[in-house]
């Protein structure tokens, strides 16, 4: 995986705070936690909540054990920074981490219920079992960071969990790749939640993830 410069970085995770606003993917507060990586052992990272009006002067660099190298970060993004950081501890692959609070997927987590692997879409970023709720715990806290890296270490089909009660984490090798996977989780959520007045919706077969995988090596498609 090709490293972003830290201007790349940002030009991207501001690219990707437009993409989330326009397809609706975060709640009425505007509020988001982007990141990227720019080296083996540092990140780029939005340094408030909001991610409203985002420009290229509103991150921080910040290493992998969470100290703020570079810029200023507001305190309640200094809580959360570990969520970020322990993801790309364990997954070397990863080049970027979205946490929001997008309304279908997030419907999931307050009802504490899994998506179920039911749209084939999910599969073409590498989701290979439903994607899992995370137990509630304080944002932040050891608890709740410890459940987001037993996803990260041992599920090596999810690039993405549900935080009950409280919202959404995705994991891509890109900034855009890993909006994109949001956006498409947040779509089978909706999917799903349309298709219980049609009967419920009905998971992919077991076969499935193997066939979607020979069409994308086959075809030279990376989604």
């Known amino acids: 995986m090709a490293k972003l410069s830290q201007n790349q970085a940002r030009q991207q995770l501001v690219e990707v705070g437009h993409y989330l606003a326009e397809h609706g993917l975060l709640f009425r507060g505007n509020h988001a936690n982007l990141s990227a990586r720019v080296s083996d052992d540092q990140i780029i990272m939005t340094k ?62 307050v009802a504490q219920k899994p998506i179920p692997l039911i749209y084939e879409p999910l599969l073409r970023f590498g989701v290979s079992e439903p994607v899992p709720i995370v137990a509630w715990a304080p944002r932040g806290s050891r608890a709740s960071v410890d459940g987001i890296m037993d996803i990260a270490k041992n599920h090596p089909g999810l690039p993405a969990l549900i935080m009950a009660n409280h919202g959404v984490l995705v994991f891509s090798d890109s900034p855009m790749r890993t909006a994109s996977l949001l956006g498409t989780l947040d779509e089978a959520a909706e999917l799903y939640i349309m298709a219980q007045s049609l009967g419920g919706a009905k998971d992919l077969p077991a076969q499935a993830i193997d066939q979607v995988k020979e069409r994308m090596m086959a075809y030279g498609s990376s989604r």
Not at 64 to 93: A, C, F, Q, W
């Open 48 to 109: 408030g909540g909001s991610i409203e009006n985002l420009t290229m002067d509103d991150f921080a660099l910040v290493d992998l054990n969470g100290t703020v190298l570079e810029g200023d970060m507001e305190p309640t993004m200094k809580e959360i920074v570990e969520m970020h950081t322990g993801i790309y501890r364990v997954r070397e692959s990863v080049g970027s981490v979205i946490h929001t609070h997008a309304p279908h997927a997030t419907a999931f987590g």
